[in-house]
């Protein structure tokens, strides 16, 4: 089985009638081949590509987010209080729409536009869409209220600027420009529950829930529960202490589970649980992904033989192991979707036989 998610840009494999079964309970947004934000609908895929370089991602899968700033995009509402700063809705948007998108004028230094939320305490992480109207001087963002300013980077294009996490009861978003008559651009405002940014979301007088990104397929034609070899290419933005998933061969539990994942703290690797008991956990000794930058993992299991490696590394290997028993593929996420990787599957490839090491080095190359 081969599926190439960023050349084809769809769910099908290439050599087999497998189907795989998108869903998601509600929109979603995704960068197209020119770099405009585009939405696709409840229950479609997306498909994403870097905005910047334009190089297409592949499947994008991202877990549940809600954005709690209000009119994020129309910073005239008066969800947001301006204090010496002239506000427009004049600008066109990272969605290539025209007059979607707000422009901020200091009138004077240290000008402000904020918008108050109230909220219990949570790790919230802070991002917004920005380009340079006019000026040179300093632009701040805030999510405490101005208690810290955090400087950020504006240029003429549209840039994304985030703040670091914080957690926070009724956090207060905005912008300051520190110098009379500069202007900035500003789209997507984005106050979400987490400890990093995902998705753009879209709010007018509520706050928006983005909905789980779930893929799978309980069509294992293709699979032999005797041996095989995964080789997958993956990137994810979640780099932490928690395991995050490029995809599963599970029984609908954590109990029997064949993974490749992210194991945590950048570790990639392909994981064996049979009867609930991790049976190997395997990956290129002394190699760590960093957040958005792809890796390839080939992982190999068969009973008393599992290998991995990846982007090429030395191989890893586990000589004693029982298999489990499986019956259903989760892409981008594990058992129900737990621990979704929060990031892309450029591609899926699955050998029925267990491969030899140096077939999984060089595959993984």
Not at 129 to 154: E, F, P, Q, S
Not at 295 to 309: I, K
Request: glycine share 8%; aromatic share 8%; with cysteine.
């Amino acid at each position: 089985m081969y599926v190439d998610f960023a050349t084809d840009k769809n769910l099908g494999p290439r050599n087999t009638n497998l189907a795989l079964t998108f869903t998601r309970a509600s929109s979603g947004t995704y960068f197209d081949n020119t770099g405009t934000l585009q939405t696709a609908l409840t229950n479609a895929a997306r498909f994403d590509h870097n905005p910047s370089t334009l190089a297409s991602l592949g499947l994008s899968h991202r877990e549940a987010r809600t954005n709690v700033c209000l009119w994020n995009r129309d910073l005239t509402n008066a969800a947001w209080a301006a204090v010496t700063m002239t506000v427009a809705k004049d600008q066109t948007g990272i969605d290539g729409s025209a007059n979607s998108a707000s422009s901020l004028t200091a009138t004077a230094g240290n000008g402000t536009c904020l918008q108050a939320i109230t909220l219990a305490s949570s790790a919230r992480f802070q991002s917004a869409y920005v380009k340079r109207i006019t000026g040179t001087g300093v632009v701040n963002m805030t999510l405490d209220n101005g208690a810290t300013w955090i400087a950020v980077t504006v240029t003429a294009a549209w840039t994304r600027v985030t703040i670091p996490t914080q957690t926070l009861a009724n956090p207060t978003v905005g912008f300051q420009i520190v110098t009379n008559a500069d202007a900035i651009a500003v789209d997507y405002v984005q106050n979400e529950n987490g400890t990093f940014e995902t998705s753009p979301i879209a709010t007018t007088t509520a706050a928006a829930t983005r909905a789980l990104d779930v893929c799978s397929t309980t069509d294992l034609s293709w699979f032999n529960a005797s041996e095989g070899t995964f080789v997958v290419r993956f990137a994810t933005r979640d780099i932490s202490a928690t395991a995050v998933n490029a995809f599963a061969m599970t029984d609908g539990t954590g109990n029997e589970r064949i993974s490749v994942q992210e194991s945590g703290s950048g570790v990639p690797a392909i994981i064996v649980i049979d009867g609930g008991a991790t049976q190997a956990n395997t990956g290129a000794s002394g190699v760590t992904m960093t957040a958005d930058t792809f890796a390839t993992l080939a992982g190999a299991y068969q009973v008393n033989n599992f290998a991995g490696s990846t982007n090429g590394g030395a191989i890893g290997t586990d000589t004693s192991g029982t298999l489990p028993t499986v019956t259903t593929l989760n892409v981008g996420g594990r058992n129900s979707q737990s621990a979704p990787l929060n990031g892309w599957i450029s591609s899926l490839a699955y050998y029925p036989r267990r491969l030899p090491d140096a077939t999984l080095q060089r595959l993984s190359t």
